[in-house]
């Protein structure tokens, strides 16, 4: 399948525009202009000169993840069994280490990019290292593939928290590479918005005051995105409480931080106060279903948070995800909203066993997996509306070596509920990020 920038194109599948709303079309007619943006979408337009898809092929917007530790895509699956503070300190600052080879890094992240492509994830927000080489080249490999991206240099500069070999030497040098990132991604040629840079403090209990303060200092004078975790496990929220009185969320806001359209991982310990605290500052919380219940001890109330009015998308957090895949995370997303709200513990009477009014549904999780995510970050992807870039997924449900299985009478949402959890990489027929074709 081709390029479709400036096409008129034909199509059926689902979009989800807004929350708890999925919209189905058939035979639709959608116009691109030329730049791969979105100027007409028509569920009973003329179809005369459009562009054909094949027979039966589905499409959706493609999907957002926004939560990606890049360099970890190389354990992936690995030591999962161990607490997070030793998964870290034995595996995972180790192997991020490595990133000052450039050949390595090399390696890892371009298999990381296609193989997220291949899966239907157009737009990533991605963790690099502490190595500003490794963090550029990422930059470079998500434009030349295509993935639409935002990447930040790692921070952690506190020597009391950090392995003296995996580190940035001082708070001035964690703030100039930094900057050096930025400076570096917003001036790379034919760039026009693909790849945006992120200012990355690992977390609170990585970084020095003086690191964080820097860090938000250089993020407000340059309007760019933050990404960090917050409140992710009873050790990280208590001991940014005990180390600044504050929560984290707190002390991210007076640090400067927590700037528009940022996003903060985890959340799963964040209180009411701290959610309406970032949506006050129009931040957002990447919600990692898989990987919180590997590290996290909690699941974080997706429900309510959505119901207070918090913008949320969806992050693999590969690896402390075991998977690269947001059709994965979906699935696991609704399955934590229901043990929150029955609960898990057989010997507590059903009464009080759960959290009550938990529970989402597969339209909740397509949606915070496009037009969700998209939204989070501030940009205009995620649904099929005018104005929209058309990043998108086809589907083959007849792939030969698919796992789709769709009889008689399945129809409407009953086929995407289907897709969302049937679906393998056979049944993903073509990939376009701008209108233009990455995958197929």
Sequence with gaps: MKDLRGQKILVSGFHAPTLGVVEAFEDA????????????????????????????????????????????YAQLGTALDVPLEDWLQTYTFPLEARFSDLDFAKAVYSALIDDMLALGTTTALHFATVHVPATTLLADLCLAKGQRALIGKVVMDDPDQCPPEYRDASAEDAIAGTRAVIEYINAMPGNDGMVHPVV????????????LSGLGALAQKTGTRVQSHVSESDWEHDYVRVRTGRSDAEALADFGLMVPHSVFAHGT?????????????????AHCPLSNAYFSGA????????????????????????VASIWETARMAIAASRMLESGVDAAVAPEARGRGAARIDFRTAFYLATRGGAKALGLPVGSFEPGMKFDAIAIDPKAAKGTIRLWPGYDGDLVLEKLLYSISRANIATVWVDGLRRVG
Excluded: Y
């Design 269 to 285: 310990h964040l209180s009411g106060s701290d959610m309406d605290l970032m949506i006050a500052h129009q931040a957002g919380v």
């Design 29 to 72: 007619v959608l116009t691109l202009d030329d730049a791969g943006r979105i100027v007409g979408f028509e569920p009973d337009g003329d179809p005369t000169g459009a562009t054909i898809l094949p027979t039966g092929w589905l499409i959706l917007p493609g999907f957002v993840d926004l939560h990606v530790h890049a360099p970890q």
């Design 299 to 322: 699941v974080f109330p997706l429900r309510a948070a959505l119901e207070r009015g918090l913008n949320v998308g969806l992050g693999s957090d590969m690896s402390g995800g075991p």
């Design 200 to 211: 990355t403090p690992r977390f609170v209990p990585s970084c020095t005051d003086a690191c």
